[in-house]
């Protein structure tokens, strides 16, 4: 099983960057995605995730309405599309594969990519 983000970047407060999560190694559809950031010096945390089929999608309350989390089962691919950037978004984003979209907490996905920065400048 891999999982391998990337697309992140330096971006000005304001603008956008989308996101892509690249799965291999086991059938895509079966599982949910999250996507997490880890700023330095702070825990990992949830930012958003989506079902396996992608009809239900759920985002911590610090981007939702500015974050979107879609997936394309035929390619494998999961995105987060994110606009309205601020730099309080700096961290590395990470995807994850997950059993359930009910339990948000890391320990609760088994395989995880590799991370790409995010920086947002003000």
């Known amino acids: 099983v891999q999982l391998q983000a990337f697309g992140g970047g330096l971006v000005q407060a304001g603008g956008s960057l989308r996101l892509s999560c690249a799965a291999s190694?086991?059938?895509?559809?079966?599982?949910?995605i999250g996507w997490f950031r880890q700023a330095p010096g702070k825990e990992r945390e949830f930012v958003a995730v989506?079902?396996?089929?992608?009809?239900?999608?759920e985002y911590a309350d610090s981007v939702r309405g500015r974050f979107t989390i879609s997936r394309q089962n035929a390619k494998n691919t999961a995105y987060l599309q994110m606009n309205s950037l601020k730099p309080e978004d700096t961290a590395v984003y990470y995807c994850?594969?997950?059993?359930?979209?009910?339990?948000?907490?890391?320990?609760?996905?088994?395989?995880w990519g590799q991370g790409t920065q995010v920086t947002v400048s003000s």
């Open positions: 994850a594969r997950g059993s359930t979209m009910y339990v948000k907490g890391p320990t609760s996905y088994d395989y």
């Open positions: 190694g086991y059938t895509f559809n079966q599982y949910v």
């Open positions: 989506i079902s396996w089929s992608g009809a239900v999608t």
